[in-house]
């Protein structure tokens, strides 16, 4: 059974930092595309980063220069390091996991998902 099970989220001001981390089980981890994603309320869901088994990483225009994106495949884990945090950011973020040599930015790509974590921003 795969289990994605998500960390880190919480309350923060604006211009702070947060640690996301999903740890993985039931999978082979090293053979899968990671990807976060977030989705606002009334909003659609959104990638956020990937990072693909080669370590090769993108990011929404949104948060390039302020997160990044990182694997362990050791501890069969995927982080995401979010820096100067805007009110914008505010979402439930969810670590998502993909079964295939070609990238997606689609969230209907991904086969296993997290519960996700909410991450609040205040202005």
């Known amino acids: 059974q795969v289990q994605l099970v998500e960390s880190g989220g919480g309350l923060v001001q604006a211009g702070g930092s947060l640690r996301l981390a999903c740890a993985a089980s039931g999978l082979t981890f090293s053979s899968y595309t990671m990807g976060w994603f977030r989705q606002a309320p009334g909003k659609e869901r959104e990638l956020v980063a990937r990072?693909?088994?080669?370590?090769?990483?993108s990011y929404a225009d949104s948060v390039k220069g302020r997160f990044t994106i990182s694997r362990d495949n050791a501890k069969n884990t995927v982080f995401l390091q979010m820096d100067s945090l805007q009110y914008e950011d505010t979402a439930v973020y969810y670590c998502?996991?993909?079964?295939?040599?070609?990238?997606?930015?689609?969230?209907?790509?991904?086969?296993?998902w997290g519960q996700g974590t909410q991450v609040t921003v205040s202005s």
């Open positions: 990072i693909s088994v080669f370590a090769r990483t």
């Open positions: 998502a996991a993909r079964t295939a040599a070609v990238a997606s930015d689609s969230p209907a790509a991904y086969h296993y």
